[in-house]
């Protein structure tokens, strides 16, 4: 009966991780859709279209209101030299932003990566990291 109970205290445990994991996942691929949704409408000339980072969030502003709000979930918060991101209308970013990390709960960097010229939003991910 122990045995049983111990068993399934660490399978829990094991499916809790990976819910976590896959939170995690989903908010960084909702990230770089907002980057990609804030680079297209700058490059069709709405440059009213931007997003304020904050540490554990990010909210994207589009004609001075706000458009959509995310929170990250279990501590994970982003390091990025700007708090304000936008895209010239030829595409590349404003202020030659490179990387975008993000420091997962499990002490995991991810990172999101702005092509200084073309502003393409790349995101590492699976087996190509």
Do not use: W
């Not at 931007?50 to 909210?59: K, L, M, P, R």
């Not at 959509?68 to 501590?75: H, L, P, Q, R, S």
């Not at 010229?117 to 790349?122: H, K, M, T």
């Amino acid at each position: 009966m122990s045995l049983v109970i111990i068993v399934t205290s660490i399978a829990y445990t094991n499916i809790n991780v990976d819910i976590i994991k896959k939170k995690e996942d989903l908010q960084i691929q909702e990230l770089v859709s907002d980057l990609r949704f804030v680079r297209s409408q700058n490059i069709m000339g709405n440059n009213a279209v931007y997003i304020i980072q904050d540490e554990n969030s990010y909210t994207i502003r589009k004609d001075g209101d706000v458009y959509k709000t995310v929170e990250f979930v279990n501590g994970m918060h982003i390091k990025c030299a700007l708090i304000y991101l936008e895209f010239d209308t030829d595409g590349s970013p404003k202020n030659n932003l490179g990387t975008i990390y993000i420091n997962r709960n499990d002490s995991s960097i991810e990172e999101i990566t702005l092509v200084p010229i073309s502003g393409r939003v790349l995101y590492k991910e699976g087996i190509y990291q």
